[in-house]
């Protein structure tokens, strides 16, 4: 009896691991459908009947081409969730594509289910992410190289620019099939409806008249 505590500390520790990501699938295949006359509900999307899948379900083509980087911030994320992909239902696994034009910024943002681990196809990118307060909200950053692999920790701020003088791509993987996406100006300053102008004029330290012309301009979605 004395291992009892131990015991149930290990196999708390382990049930919390296990719900920290997406659930393992109990069944070979899960592909999503908006049919919810004939699908079952599963983690968050309905499936198909896995006897009318077929191989189309589990092949994307939205990565092949650019991304339009012509944009305010100079760059394109091309999302390969599950979303836009049925076949990663269950699967705990998306991809995307990220296009920058010389110059262009993924901006600040989170994934608050995922984490991500990112490439560097052509280009060179500065990148980094922000730890929470138990670090002291540390910024860990890097000049990657063509072939360099970054990874940022799941629901921790980060982003990507271009400092090249040419065109750059780089291509992600997260650790679930709807990271979800949370890009910190659009939601502070473009949030519907508004956050208060008090609220942020106090929190950032600005002059309200600032806060409200931040809140009247257009916050571009690059996604």
């Given at each position: 009896m004395k291992f009892l505590p131990?015991?149930?500390?290990?196999?708390?520790?382990?049930?919390?691991?296990?719900?920290?990501?997406?659930?393992?699938?109990?069944?070979?295949?899960?592909v999503a459908t908006n049919d919810l006359e004939s699908g079952v509900f599963v983690n968050g999307k309905f499936c198909k009947d896995p006897?009318?899948?077929?191989?189309?379900?589990?092949?994307?083509?939205?990565?092949?081409?650019?991304?339009?980087?012509?944009?305010?911030l100079g760059s394109k994320v091309t999302q390969a969730f599950v979303q836009q992909f049925p076949g990663l239902n269950t699967l705990g696994i998306s991809m995307a594509r990220i296009d920058f034009a010389p110059g262009g910024l993924n901006p600040p943002h989170t994934h608050p289910r995922g984490t991500e681990l990112l490439v560097v196809v052509e280009g060179t990118l500065l990148v980094g992410f922000?730890?929470?307060?138990?670090?002291?909200?540390?910024?860990?950053?890097?000049?990657?190289?063509?072939?360099?692999?970054?990874?940022?920790?799941?629901?921790?701020?980060?982003?990507?620019?271009?400092i090249g003088n040419t065109y750059a791509l780089a291509f992600s993987g997260l650790s679930s099939q709807n990271p979800g996406l949370i890009t910190i100006a659009n939601a502070v300053f473009g949030a519907k409806a508004p956050i208060s102008a008090d609220v942020l004029a106090k929190a950032f330290q600005l002059d309200k008249k600032v806060v409200d012309h931040l809140e009247a301009q257009f916050w571009y979605d690059n996604n």
């Open positions: 131990i015991t149930l500390l290990i196999l708390a520790l382990a049930t919390a691991t296990a719900l920290a990501y997406d659930p393992s699938p109990l069944q070979d295949i899960c006897k009318q899948a077929t191989a189309d379900d589990f092949v994307f083509m939205g990565l092949r081409n650019p991304g339009n980087t012509s944009n305010p922000v730890t929470s307060d138990q670090l002291n909200n540390t910024l860990f950053t890097k000049v990657l190289y063509k072939g360099d692999v970054f990874v940022f920790p799941i629901g921790l701020i980060h982003f990507q620019l271009n």
